[in-house]
């Protein structure tokens, strides 16, 4: 349990559209450091955005339309979202290559 009394959500996420060039990863990054939810955000070669978000429910889920939104020079065409198992995921979250 977290300090919300509740436990903890785990979502991988895949972002397309104009997501690459644009401060897309940052902005994920500042939202994820804002929301106090940890994980990790990458470029993929096909143009995508993936990422994977841990943390309790309701930061995870306010992330999450953070991230559906994107910064103003993005145009998220595409937000495709799975649950999946908590773990692995304690602190931090960081920009992959």
Sequence with gaps: MDEHGVGRRAVAVRVGGRVQGVGFRWFVLR?????????????RDDGDVELRVEGSPRPVAAFLEAVRRGPSGARVERFESL???????????????
Excluded: H, Q, T
């Design 31 to 43: 939202a994820a450091e804002a929301g106090g939810v940890c994980g990790w955000v990458r470029n």
């Design 83 to 97: 649950d999946v198992e908590p773990g692995g995921l304690e602190r931090g979250f960081r920009v992959v290559p």
